[in-house]
């Protein structure tokens, strides 16, 4: 079974522009989150989705973050326009519900370097 | 506000060294996890503790809990170099309906074992 993948993997760009992350989730996970890890901090939520709905987007930063789950599949976050603060790892999770021991599976990260 | 503390940050330890990593958190939570990240890695998901006085093990690691000191820690038995990584400690945190919207994560603590 594929794990959750993330893309890219890593992406520069300079301050101002957009870019757009992309999490892909375990098949048939209705859960999807994004967390962000800012260089030596904690890992911190920004958002879930419950299939295409947004269950709880108390985490993200600001306005210029958008996230969408289109179809409740894969799910986008675009940061436009992007400031320095923004550098960090993205993280993407998916969970299955209803799962008792629930757990939620990550991917692997895009590291997001805001020049 | 629930917070996860961890301690210590950073590890540098010999090998065949035993070593304990703590991790408080402020409020009451009905899931305990820790995570093992690699670089470049996913966060790989090593216990997820559920009650008080929950004990797992695998391998050279061990992790319990203990909910009335909102107390959990991850001891490492005999370590190996294959064993460095950095280390989160996360807890569940309730938004409402869902009872699995976020996890909450300590900082993380970066282990490096010398050969």
């Known amino acids: 079974e594929a794990g959750v993948t993330q893309f890219p993997s890593h992406s520069v760009i300079e301050k101002g522009q957009t870019v757009t992350l992309r999490c892909d989730p375990i098949s048939g996970h209705d859960n999807l989150y994004w967390y962000r890890r800012v260089m030596g901090k904690e890992i911190k939520f920004l958002l879930h989705?419950?299939?295409?709905?947004?269950?709880?987007e108390s985490g993200m930063p600001n306005n210029r973050f958008l996230a969408e789950r289109t179809g409740g599949t894969y799910s986008t976050l675009k940061v436009q326009p992007a400031e320095l603060e923004d550098s960090g790892v993205y993280f993407c999770?998916?969970?299955?519900?209803?799962?008792?021991?629930?757990?939620?599976?990550f991917g692997p990260g895009t590291r997001l370097t805001v020049t | 506000e629930l917070k996860v503390e961890q301690n210590p940050l950073f590890l540098s330890m010999q090998e065949g060294k035993n070593y304990t990593i703590y991790c408080n958190y402020s409020t009451t939570s009905d899931r305990l996890y820790w995570y093992r990240q690699d670089p470049g890695k996913s966060l790989e998901s090593l216990f997820v503790l559920l009650s008080n006085g929950a004990v797992k093990q695998e391998g050279r690691l061990m992790a319990s809990l203990d909910t009335k000191a909102r107390l959990s820690t991850l001891h490492i038995t005999a370590a190996v170099h294959d064993l460095s990584a950095t280390y989160f400690c996360a807890v569940d945190s309730f938004g409402g309906v869902n009872r699995d919207d976020k996890i909450i994560f300590g900082k993380g603590t970066r282990l490096h074992i010398l050969p």
């Open positions: 999770a998916s969970s299955l519900r209803p799962a008792l021991t629930y757990e939620q599976y």
């Open positions: 989705f419950v299939k295409e709905s947004k269950q709880d």
